[in-house]
C-alpha cells in the first residue's frame, strides 16, 4: 500500500530536550516536505526537500532541522524543543511532477513542548 | 506575498442541505494549481478536488464541485446533498508551476447538523 508513514503520532516532551520525528514514504518519491499546523494559521511549510541531500527552507524553518540521507527518509529534528513548537506536524511526499496532482500525507504528529 | 484567504472559520449546513465554502488567493503568476483538501477528525489530509488554472471549466468530483473565478482569484467549494461524514476542517491551496511550494489557507471547519 503506498504511504507516508509517520512516527509518532503523539509526542509530549520538555524544553531543551532533542527529538526527531520519523517521516518514510515507499513511493519512490522525490519531493517531500514538512508542515505545522496551528489553529488559525493554518498548514506553514518547515522545510522541503526534492531529492537525497538537497534541502531548502520553507516559510518558518526556525528551530527546526532536516536531512534527506535516503530517498524514502526525510526527519524532522527539533535540537532544542521550545514552547511555541508545540503544534500538529506533517510530513508530505509526491512525484515532482505529481506535485500538481496532489500531495500524500502522514498521519500527523501532535507534539506537545512543557 | 502568495496568500490563500479562508475568511470564514466555521460553518454550518443541515444534513443533505447545500453549502459553499470561500477561498480567495494571491498570486502573480499564471500557472497553478488549486486545491481543497479535507481533514476529518482523523488527522488525515484527504484530497477532495483540484483545479488547473488554464482550464476555465469547473472541476467537479460526485457531490464536490467548484466555482472559480480566475480573474477574481477566487476558488469555492460548494458541497451539495451534504453528509454527516462530510463535517471536516477544509483547507484551500495552490502551487505555483516550477515551484515546489504549497500555499495553504487557514482553514475552514465545518459541521454538518442531523
Known amino acids: 500500500e503506498a504511504q507516508v508513514t509517520q512516527n509518532p503520532r503523539y509526542l509530549i516532551t520538555v524544553t531543551g530536550k532533542k527529538l526527531t520525528v520519523t517521516c518514510s514514504q515507499n513511493?519512490?518519491?522525490?519531493?517531500m516536505s514538512w508542515y505545522r499546523q496551528d489553529p488559525g494559521l493554518g498548514l506553514r511549510q518547515i522545510y522541503y526537500?526534492?531529492?537525497?541531500?538537497?534541502?531548502d527552507k520553507g516559510d518558518v524553518p526556525e528551530g527546526y532541522k532536516v536531512s534527506r540521507k535516503e530517498k524514502r527518509n526525510f526527519p524532522l529534528i527539533l535540537e532544542s524543543p521550545s514552547p511555541n513548537q508545540t503544534s500538529l506536524y506533517f510530513c508530505?511526499?509526491?512525484?515532482?511532477?505529481?506535485?500538481?496532482?496532489?500531495?500524500?500525507f502522514g498521519s500527523g504528529t501532535q507534539l506537545s513542548v512543557l | 506575498a502568495q496568500t490563500v484567504t479562508q475568511s470564514q472559520p466555521e460553518m454550518s449546513v443541515q444534513e443533505a442541505e447545500t453549502v459553499t465554502l470561500s477561498c480567495t488567493y494571491d498570486t502573480s503568476e499564471s500557472d497553478y494549481y488549486l486545491f481543497w483538501y479535507k481533514q476529518p477528525p482523523s488527522r488525515q489530509m484527504i484530497l477532495v478536488i483540484r483545479?488547473?488554472?488554464?482550464?476555465?471549466q469547473n472541476a467537479t468530483e460526485n457531490r464536490f464541485s467548484v466555482n472559480f473565478q480566475k480573474a477574481a482569484k477566487s476558488f469555492s467549494l460548494k458541497i451539495s446533498d451534504s453528509q454527516l461524514g462530510d463535517a471536516a476542517m477544509y483547507f484551500c491551496a495552490y502551487i505555483t508551476s516550477g515551484t515546489y511550494k504549497y500555499i495553504f489557507g487557514t482553514g475552514t471547519r465545518l459541521k454538518v447538523l442531523a
Open positions: 508530505a511526499s509526491s512525484s515532482v511532477f505529481g506535485l500538481r496532482e496532489k500531495l500524500f
Open positions: 483545479q488547473e488554472a488554464y482550464k476555465q
Open positions: 526537500s526534492m531529492n537525497v541531500e538537497v534541502t
Open positions: 513511493m519512490n518519491h522525490e519531493y
